[in-house]
T-cell receptor
């Protein structure tokens, strides 16, 4: 079946603008994860959803970052007032259940000018 | 410490075996994973091993786990140019509210003719 999809694949924005990144998990997967990959920090965990709730938001780097998930499916990661240090690849993953193997999407490459 | 460690680079000749090493931190990690990332792409799951195993073989891939030393390795037999990529090990950790993958820094494998 279809894998995890993310949109847009690339996003260029100006400093101070808001951006929304979207993730469509594998159908039937109840758990969804956001990670960030940047040159300086490697791969970092951001947030995890089980269904529509987010029991672990520990990785969100600041209050400019938020995420939601509706209908137990699509998730949106929003970055407000983007900064240049937000430039990174944002990866989404899903798993059938918590504690099961995570499958990753292709990522969204964000560049903040 | 908190870090999952890997060497940054490995260069091998086509046809040789490659061994990529990883040291993880959490002795209670239940699963350990290897992911592959090709340029401009997301993370592709290669294989994983459960913590009560010490070896897993899957075609050209062999995973060895030394739980006492918290050492994980990935051996690729008969390495091909298409194996050139960055390889990430990851340990699955339970957090207060859920679970997350903690990734190593990645090892860039270069396969030369």
């Amino acid at each position: 079946g279809a894998g995890v999809s993310q949109s847009p694949s690339n996003k260029v924005t100006e400093k101070g603008k808001d951006v929304e990144l979207r993730c469509d998990p594998i159908s039937g997967h109840t758990a969804l994860y956001w990670y960030r990959q940047s040159l300086g920090q490697g791969l970092e965990f951001l947030i995890y959803f089980q269904g529509n709730s987010a029991p672990d938001k520990s990785g969100l780097p600041s209050d400019r970052f938020s995420a939601e998930r509706t209908g137990g499916s699509v998730s949106t990661l929003t970055i407000q007032r983007t900064q240049q240090e937000d430039s990174a690849v944002y990866l989404c993953a899903s798993s059938y259940r918590q504690q099961e193997t995570q499958y990753f999407g292709p990522g969204t490459r964000l560049l903040v000018l | 410490g908190e870090d999952v460690e890997q060497s940054l680079f490995l260069s091998v000749r086509e046809g040789d075996s490659s061994v990529i090493n990883c040291t993880y931190t959490d002795s209670s990690s239940t699963y350990l994973y290897w992911y592959k990332q090709e340029p401009g792409a997301g993370l592709q799951l290669l294989t994983y091993i459960f913590s009560n195993m010490d070896m897993k073989q899957d075609q050209r891939l062999t995973v060895l786990l030394n739980k006492k030393d918290k050492h994980l390795s990935l051996r690729i037999a008969d390495t091909q140019t298409g194996d050139s990529a960055i390889y990430f090990c990851a340990e699955y950790r339970l957090t207060g509210g859920g679970n997350k993958l903690t990734f190593g820094t990645g090892t860039q494998l270069k396969v030369e003719l």
